[in-house]
């Protein structure tokens, strides 16, 4: 009994470099619009989740996180993560990051918000290894038993790539068709470039990012060619696909 209100009172801690993107895990590369991980301890009471295939929430059990005071749509909760979306209504520059339990909250955490910061969601949701990339021809995931071809288009799913040209609402899902990004990012593929032929939301979800690419011509071949993503001089975790 006294374990319980003890943690029912309990006053999220975050350490610092607390704040990571929600795909590759770097901390401090976050944007606008951009999912983000924040880890900590006693950070909520319960672990709950939700989909992102609907609206989010601005709170899940006792936990809550506002940035630069405006709530921020959550993902998750745990005692030692949260999972949210950064809101799209803030501009670049340094934000401060505060996570509450009820009315008990953390010591404030400052991030500089970056215009975009790419990331790559990948198969194991650590950052490493297979991305989640799909055939865009019959939506199936590209792996060494079904490889992507040279000439094929690939769906890549990241996020962090920042602003829409028709503005979303935080926490919404994108309207159909979902709308295009302001900055289009760089993808290489096997050290090969190519410049994405639709860069956008990613329809039926919140807070995630869809780029139609073409496997160019003179790519690698291999079971672990390297995939990353640049939107200017902020570049993406490196993730790897299976090219025949």
């Known amino acids: 009994m006294d374990a319980t209100i003890q943690e029912a009172s309990a006053t999220p801690v975050l350490p610092a470099n607390a704040i990571a993107d929600g795909a590759g895990f770097k901390a401090n590369a976050i944007a606008p619009g951009s999912i983000v991980s924040i880890f900590g301890s006693?950070?909520?009471?319960?672990?709950l989740q939700v989909s992102p295939t609907g609206a989010l929430p601005a709170s899940l059990f006792d936990a809550s996180v506002t940035f630069n005071n405006i709530s921020a749509p959550l993902y998750y909760v745990s005692p030692t993560q949260i999972?949210?979306?950064?809101?799209?209504?803030?501009?670049?520059?340094?934000?401060?990051?505060?996570?509450?339990?009820?009315?008990?909250?953390?010591?404030?955490?400052?991030?500089?918000?970056?215009?975009?910061?790419?990331a790559i969601l990948t198969v194991n949701q650590q950052g490493t290894g297979a991305g989640l990339v799909f055939h865009a021809a019959d939506s199936t995931l590209v792996t060494a038993a079904s490889p992507a071809k040279v000439g094929e288009t690939l769906f890549i799913y990241c996020t962090g790539l920042g602003a829409l040209k028709t503005p979303l609402k935080?926490?919404?899902?994108?309207?159909?068709?979902?709308?295009?990004?302001?900055?289009?990012?760089?993808?290489?593929?096997?050290?090969?470039?190519?410049?994405?032929?639709?860069?956008?939301?990613a329809p039926g979800y919140v807070g995630l990012y869809?780029?139609?690419?073409?496997?160019?011509?003179?790519?690698?071949?291999?079971?672990?060619?390297?995939?990353?993503?640049?939107?200017?001089?902020?570049?993406?975790?490196?993730?790897?696909?299976?090219?025949?």
């Open 42 to 47: 006693g950070l909520a009471g319960a672990v």
């Open 170 to 201: 935080s926490g919404q899902l994108p309207p159909s068709p979902p709308p295009d990004t302001v900055n289009t990012p760089q993808v290489t593929i096997g050290g090969v470039t190519a410049l994405p032929a639709l860069s956008g939301a």
């Open 210 to 244: 869809q780029l139609g690419v073409q496997v160019p011509a003179n790519t690698a071949k291999g079971n672990t060619v390297a995939v990353t993503l640049a939107v200017g001089e902020v570049s993406s975790n490196a993730v790897t696909i299976a090219v025949q």
């Open 83 to 118: 999972d949210a979306q950064v809101p799209f209504e803030l501009t670049p520059g340094p934000v401060t990051v505060q996570v509450w339990r009820n009315l008990a909250v953390s010591a404030s955490q400052v991030v500089n918000l970056l215009p975009a910061a790419p």
